[in-house]
DNA sequence: CATAAGATGCATTTACAATATATGTTATGG
DNA sequence: CCATAACATATATTGTAAATGCATCTTATG
């Protein structure tokens, strides 16, 4: 609600579908990462700016300030998945399991935005498109995913920290 | 709802954010197109396939079998900046308006997905992001969202209708 | 002029991202 | 050894907007 709540209620707001050409606004995309990958790959840019101890959940979520019980779910995510190592207990905290340079910023996509289908066709479980196998489109939109993918797969978390903290 | 709906009734839903490790189940992107950018090219495609005649909005959603009102506004929208004619009256209907090696796909995207912020930092307006500045990840999403878009620029309509239809 | 087509506005539903709440588990430091 | 501070986990609630439905208007033709 926070991020896109206040955007929503400053602007007028007619949705696209009900597209009214008086106003002619349009807004609310769709073609974005969710906010859990966004706070995924902010919490790896905090941590990964704070290599010399070990920082709190609340710290990050303080920092960022987003809701704590989001970057719960993100943290200890990050942590079943191995890129972070979290350590309970009191003056417990986390810090990256492994090397900012071994950390590919496509993999942390992929593991949080759990599928990319960009359209129905992409499911052949719940497709009904009859176009379906006699239509181009669907590799053309593979091709730009893979774009888009590809671009994220020649990046780390190193690369993306400020130069100051490169080794 | 139908088309998502029978995805999620089917199986069990988890919500990321809710994650349950004891089930794992990962589910529902964003990285996605909205419905109505899936329409709005759906329609093409099928307008573009029936290059002979004028084609009717129910003809359109009884054949993909999505709801008709979602295609009028569709086709009013597609109509209204310039990719197709619409005939109103007895015997009306639509075709393009243009040939369709003239109508770009990554265009018609940029048309009926409004923007495409990846993540709130790519909205100044709405951004709340202390690293932002500081921050190279959002360098990294413009030229992963440039390179997709790139892919699209690359194809028209006419590249995306059978063999047979071509010139 | 009845009818078949698109145009338009508004109301409703539903999904789910986002958030909140509650409680459990672990480990340390005094 | 236990109070406390940290992460772990499950469930419930809320708010937004995508998707849909419905009603009516406008246009043109056979």
Redesign the interface.
């Known amino acids: 609600m926070?991020?896109?709540g206040?955007?929503q209620k400053d602007a007028l707001k007619i949705h696209?579908?009900?597209?009214d050409?008086t106003h002619g606004i349009?807004?609310?995309?769709?073609?974005?990462?969710?906010?859990?990958?966004?706070y995924s790959?902010?919490a790896l840019?905090?941590i990964g700016r704070t290599p010399d101890r070990l920082v709190t959940i609340s710290e990050i979520a303080d920092?960022?300030?987003v809701s704590r019980n989001?970057m719960v779910?993100v943290i200890?995510?990050l942590g079943?998945i191995g890129y972070l190592t979290t350590i309970r207990g009191k003056a417990g905290g986390v810090r990256l399991a492994r090397p900012a340079g071994e950390i590919r910023?496509s993999e942390v996509v992929q593991a949080?935005?759990?599928?990319?289908?960009?359209?129905?066709c992409f499911?052949p479980?719940?497709n009904?498109?009859?176009?379906t196998g006699?239509?181009?489109?669907k590799g053309?939109?593979y091709?730009?995913?893979a774009?888009?993918?590809?671009?994220?797969a020649g990046?780390t978390l190193a690369?993306?920290?400020?130069p100051s903290l490169e080794p």
Chains 1, 2 share one sequence.
């Open positions: 926070e991020r896109r206040r955007q696209l579908l009900n597209f050409r349009h807004y609310d995309p769709r073609m974005q990462l969710t906010l859990y990958t966004d790959l902010r840019l905090y920092f960022y300030g989001h779910k200890h995510h079943s910023i949080t935005e759990p599928h990319m289908d960009l359209q129905e499911n479980h719940t009904t498109c009859p176009l006699d239509c181009r489109l053309v939109l091709q730009a995913r774009a888009f993918m590809g671009v994220l990046q690369d993306l920290l400020p």
